[in-house]
């Protein structure tokens, strides 16, 4: 299976918006530094992350909850992962 496209700087501004996560929160979560996430933000659009700071922020997030939308045409982006229901 082929790695997944690199994050957007909006889909990582987005994706902290949606958990409520500020750059210190996000840094905590993956060990990338506050400096690195707030540079990949200000990208107009692709980050400079390496490959490896791109996935622990990814699985950080999407540990978090965050489900990331690749480009299907209208872009690529972010939502809320439903939350899983349990049988009763």
């Known amino acids: 299976m082929p ?3 690199p994050l957007t700087s909006a889909q ?3 994706a902290r918006a949606l958990i409520r ?3 210190e929160d996000l840094a905590n979560h993956c060990a990338v530094s506050v400096t690195t996430i707030r540079r990949a933000e200000l990208m107009p659009s692709a ?3 390496t490959r490896v700071n791109d996935a622990v922020i990814r699985q950080a997030l999407e540990k978090a909850g965050v ?3 690749d ?5 690529p982006g972010v ?3 439903k939350p899983q229901q349990t049988k009763t």
């Open 21 to 23: 996560w500020s750059a």
């Open 47 to 49: 980050t400079a992350l």
């Open 71 to 75: 480009e299907n045409g209208g872009g």
């Open 3 to 5: 790695p997944p496209p």
């Open 12 to 14: 990582i501004r987005a």
């Open 79 to 81: 939502r809320l992962r």
């Open 67 to 69: 489900e990331f939308i």
